[in-house]
């Protein structure tokens, strides 16, 4: 089975959308992308668009023209004075090191004997010329020998080698004994005759430094960490540099240069303007920042949810509800104290993963906070809060259709807000308790206000463009539903086994992480086209009454049959169900074929397969495209294979699905799902645990109501053999069949029991 982690299949809402994005839709895409950029950038740079002009036009490096004086008294933390100032004491402090490390020195001590003996080797080679011994020892990649050390190595007698041999180990221990960093490398190798016993002759010193030097390796190593702690320990020791102007003080002197700290007191004062050049710049900063920001957006939206990128309501959505909510920041006033920490930012994560599920909402939470942090004046404390508190609001959403659950989120994120304000208020910002204590009950409204504002905009969202969110499929499972009202009245049987599939795709979706709510919607819904011919499906037929056996056409039983697939997607757009659940309909049965009636049908032709028309045969499909609708598929085919056969004891219902899914994938039917191997494993454990529990094995006592007669009739709805004799599963399902459609004495459908024995 191809199965391909990250591939999603592109989902639209029109018929045949399995072929991808079709031209209109790149154009739509194309042009949201356009508007997005084009909305961020303005909302983003508005002061840089509209603001108004103040008095001065001053650049770092400029010189000013005249002296600059403070219209008030004010006194403030210099940033940039402070930061000057770390960074001086973060300079002062030297390079940590290691100490030497003794596997260094052994490492190299054994090496050196390695090298020794392989000189003592070639030493000894009688069978060599002198030019091939000289080319033997300089050879050896480890040292640098010129010619003339390789000959004086030759020449030496035994006695004086081995004394030369040792008084190398000697001395490479001795200096490996020593701290050997990189930067003292050289001076190290520079000292090594210095070492040397003075009973050895200069060029015998000169001999022994040389393998000495091609020896030594540093053995002490930077220790990153331990000097990052020691720059931030004086980093953390220097106190803010605080900067006090009185009323007609001079800022700025005529005819001085103009530095960052004289830019951030006019910026403090309040006398800065923007220049048409500094406009310009942060306008295309709004317009880069943007541009970025949903850039990356999208090009993980495209690699990780590309049925979202496929499905042009849900796209522009997302990045509707990112340009409200950055919108919301900039009417509440960004250059203001209190408002913009009331803006209920974190409501766009609660929403989003009801809608697209929580990565979408991770992913759409980082980008607003990036563009908020470009935006405001105090971009690191919002950015921070909007970032921190639309995770926790992501994370702690984990059952998205129950109302206290958005309340609960809106709790913690409060909570969050507050615990962000603190933080900030112990370094610094706000810098009084009263701000800090306003903050942290704005942040707590904050919480409280993206719960509610969340519920809110998931039920206008839910109401007008129609989009399965937790809420709206709540209310499709309820048993008052127009449609499960007329399917429970007009085929009762059907109702019945789509409960129970729905029961059986649900736990598998939550075992492996699925949206099991739009799972047991799509169950509750996916057998809906039976009303239009209830009683041509078993499930609803009674007294062995069997309207195929008036036809006695296959073509025309199997047109009824695959019609419930066209009919049921008919009624669920009648209905107004959204399009994901119509997926369910039209995905369910895959492009699989009512097995029993095929087979009449190439009987009626003397057994000719070539002179039937399989297409009339096949279900239009397409095949299973998401998890969801490939669990459905699953769950239909075991819950009407296991409810036709009957069998006797747990081994056989482990069989029958076990035998179910390999067939589903040898079909091909779930290439397109993106349903890993494991995912397999654990649903199929789990439909066996399930249905182990609901159709558990009975003891009949003789003559009671539960031991009947078998009967040669029994064959279309219990899954026994022609004559009445139980069959193995794989004599009861061949290739395309299933196990409802026992034997060609068994009309039932691929999937579904949809018809009875004509």
Known sequence: MRTIWGRFYPYSDDA???????????????????????????????????????????????????????PFSISYESAVLTQQRIQVAMNSVRDVYDPPDPSVARQQVQLARQVLDYIADVRADEFATPEMLRADLRAIDTLTLTDEMAAAIL?????????????????????????????????????????????????????????VEGLIRPNTFFNEERTRQAKQAAADAVTPEVRSFERGQIVVRGGSLVTEADMEALAQLGLLQRSPDRRLQDLLGALLTSLM????????????????????????????????????MRLAGPDRVVQPYLVPTAAMGLMLTAL????????????????????????????????????????????????????????????????????????????????????VTAGLANGLLSGVLALMGLYVISSVFNIPTSLRLLELTQPSQKLLQRLLREAPG???????????????????????????????????????????????????????????????????????VTEGDALAREYDLPARVRDFIREHHGTTRPMYFYQLAVEQAGGNESAVDRSRFTYPGPRPRSRETAILMLADSCESAIRARRPKNKQEIADIIRYMFDLRVAEGQLDDSDLSLSELSEIQRVFVESLQGVFHPRIAYAGGPLAPAVTSNQSASDGTGERGVETEPEQAVTEGQEADSPSPQGADNQQDNETVKP
């Open 356 to 439: 697209a599920g929580p990565s979408v909402a991770v992913a759409g939470t980082v980008s607003l906070a990036v563009l908020i942090g470009f935006m405001v004046n105090s971009p690191f404390a919002l950015a921070t809060m909007t970032l921190l508190s639309g995770l926790v609001g992501i994370l702690t959403l984990t059952n998205t259709e129950r109302f206290n659950s958005y309340f609960v989120s809106g709790l913690l994120i409060g909570l969050t807000n507050a615990a962000v304000v603190l933080m900030f208020f112990f370094d610094g910002y706000p810098s009084d308790s009263l701000g800090a204590l306003t903050l």
């Open 155 to 211: 020449a030496f007698d035994p006695e004086r080698w081995n004394e030369i041999d040792e008084q190398v180990i000697t001395v490479l221990e001795r200096v490996m004994r020593a701290e050997i960093r990189d930067d003292t490398l050289r001076s190290t190798k520079q000292n090594i005759p210095n070492l040397v016993s003075v009973r050895f002759r200069e060029d015998e010193v000169a001999l022994i430094s040389a393998i």
């Open 494 to 564: 059907t109702y019945q086994h789509s409960l129970q599939v729905a029961n059986l795709a649900e736990l598998a979706a939550e075992r492996i992480g699925a949206n099991a709510m739009l799972t047991r919607v799509g169950a509750l819904y996916h057998d809906v086209g039976k009303m239009k011919a209830p009683h041509f499906f078993i499930e609803n037929q009674v007294d062995g009454v069997n309207p195929h056996e008036g036809l006695n056409d296959p073509y025309r039983s199997a047109r009824i049959i695959i019609d419930h």
């Open 293 to 328: 920001v949903l850039l990356v957006l999208g090009l993980y939206l495209n690699r990780f949810h590309r049925s979202l990128m496929a499905d042009s309501t849900m796209l522009s959505l997302v990045a509707g509800l990112l340009l409200v909510t950055l919108l919301g």
């Open 16 to 70: 045949g959308h399995g072929q991808g994005v079709s031209k209109p839709g790149v154009i739509f895409r194309a042009l949201l992308a356009i508007v997005s950029v084009g909305l961020a950038t303005v909302i983003v740079g508005y002061d840089a668009l509209f603001a108004g002009q103040q008095a001065l036009a001053l650049q770092v490096g400029q010189v000013a023209p005249q002296d600059i004086l403070a």
